[in-house]
């Protein structure tokens, strides 16, 4: 034997010991670590399960060396990926100022163009805000919500579920549904450009219903306001840019004065930027940004001077008990008044849906059955399928890849949609040349060329009525 049963003892202890290191150690490196830069801020990578189970990757930034227990914030991001980066400077503006703040880059499952789940959006809020909660160093008690734009509809909700929210603050919050938002900022932005008011009207109208009809336009109808009715005992901050292009500052402000105090809200603070764009930074007019980082090639603009503070300090009057009491600051000028989305109807997607198989129908039947092919005919059967997507797909393009579709502009118009008016000129030319040929053709049609006539004769019909309506004319 190399040794005896009396010298395993010790050997065994010493073994344990030294696992014991090693395992500790090995936890220690397994564990989040904070590090702290010269900024006087330490930062944390998180991971934590969101709506779902999904999960989600954050930072926690707080004061290096700040006494706790200290109040807590999450960050809501707007539409898009948002990843985290983009709220960077409002993550250090809250610690800075002594309340642990977790910026987290937003979902992508279950998250895309087409699909918006605000319910999952709180879900995941809320994880954040248990996550604060079970750090050391926070009040849990005093953790809240700070939502930007999209965030303006989420935080709230959020808010609404849990009463582990203590508070909530937006920035750029809209008092409307997202689609009539959306139309807002579209034809503010068109108006910019120099497009004419009967382009932007199609935009919100026409366009914007055939949006909603068809489903293309994700959570367009969400409703904010009975959320922001039963937010009866949570403080609100609730603010906007005095030079808001994204959202209609001046009624949202109104709406979210009107819902709180209706819900008996006493700690409703409503207030402006001076100087702020939609998301509080510095901008002239709205659609700039002054200084600030570049984030993926899209300047983000410097935090206004007093934006930050305003924030925290009322943040801070919060977790002291000291809530601010119902207030609401005059509302700068907006741009434009918004206009309410027509209803869903059938016919805004149906119409069109009608015309192109009413004009499809001539060629498709001269390729089934040989007959007298009429030149004017054709050229209407040719034209008028065209013409249909393009008046559909014109004002729509502005919607999926926003007001910079609408370019090059002449005469109030996008050039695009001067093409569409002269298609649209032409279907009806070619529609009169048609019926004047029929007029005067001997011998008369048999009866079965008059049923190939006939869906492209009522779609040439239709479609006088259906461009009127769809603005074309104007």
Not at 44 to 55: K, M
Request: charged share 15%; hydrophobic share 50%.
């Amino acid at each position: 034997m190399l040794f005896s049963a009396t010298s395993a003892s010790p050997i065994r202890a010493v073994l344990a010991i030294v696992s014991g290191i090693l395992a500790g150690a090995l936890l220690l490196l397994a564990a989040p670590r904070g590090y702290a830069s010269g900024d006087g801020l330490v930062r944390q990578e998180v991971t934590f399960r969101g709506g779902g189970g999904l999960v989600l990757h954050g930072t926690v930034l707080s004061k290096d060396g700040a006494p706790g227990p200290a109040p807590g914030i999450v960050l809501v991001g707007g539409s898009g990926s948002g990843p985290r980066q983009e709220y960077r400077q409002e993550a250090e503006a809250f610690a800075r100022a002594g309340i642990i703040t977790l910026a987290y880059d937003k979902r992508t499952a279950g998250y895309s163009l087409l699909h918006r789940d605000f319910g999952l959006l709180a879900d995941d809020a809320l994880a954040g805000v248990r996550l604060l909660q079970s750090r050391s160093g926070v009040n849990p008690r005093q953790v809240g919500l700070w939502g930007f734009s999209e965030g303006g509809w989420v935080a709230p909700l959020a808010a609404s579920r849990s009463s582990d929210v203590a508070f909530v603050v937006t920035i750029g919050g809209s008092g409307y549904d997202p689609l009539r938002t959306q139309s807002w900022n579209l034809t503010t932005h068109l108006r910019h450009q120099g497009v004419g008011g009967p382009f932007r009207r199609i935009v919100a109208g026409p366009t914007a219903q055939f949006m909603a009809s068809t489903g293309l336009f994700p959570a367009a109808g969400y409703d904010p306001l009975p959320v922001l009715e039963r937010l009866h005992r949570t403080p609100v901050l609730a603010l906007w840019g005095d030079h808001d292009m994204q959202v209609p500052s001046q009624e949202s402000a109104r709406i979210f004065c009107e819902a709180l105090a209706r819900a008996g809200n006493r700690h409703a603070v409503i207030g402006f930027v001076a100087g702020g764009a939609h998301n509080g930074h510095r901008t002239s007019d709205g659609f700039d940004r002054i200084g600030g980082p570049l984030f993926h090639g899209k300047k983000l603009g410097e935090l206004t001077p007093r934006y930050a503070q305003t924030m925290t300090s009322w943040v801070r009057a919060v977790a002291a008990g000291h809530p601010p009491a119902s207030s609401a600051a005059p509302a700068p000028a907006q741009a434009l008044a918004t206009t309410p989305v027509p209803d869903h109807a059938w016919y805004a997607w149906l119409a069109p849906a009608l015309l192109l198989l009413g004009f499809a129908a001539y060629p498709i039947s001269a390729l089934l059955r040989r007959g007298p092919v009429l030149r004017p005919v054709r050229w209407l059967a040719g034209l008028g399928p065209l013409a249909v997507v393009a008046t559909v797909a014109c004002p729509l393009a502005v919607f999926v890849a926003d007001n910079g579709a609408a370019a090059p502009v002449v005469w109030g118009r996008p050039v695009s949609w001067l093409v569409v008016q002269g298609l649209a000129a032409a279907v009806v030319v070619s529609a009169c040349v048609s019926a004047a040929a029929l007029w005067r053709r001997r011998p008369t049609p048999s009866w079965a060329v008059w049923l190939r006539l006939a869906p492209v004769g009522l779609a040439a019909v239709g479609f006088v009525p259906w461009v009127v309506w769809s603005g074309v004319a104007a």
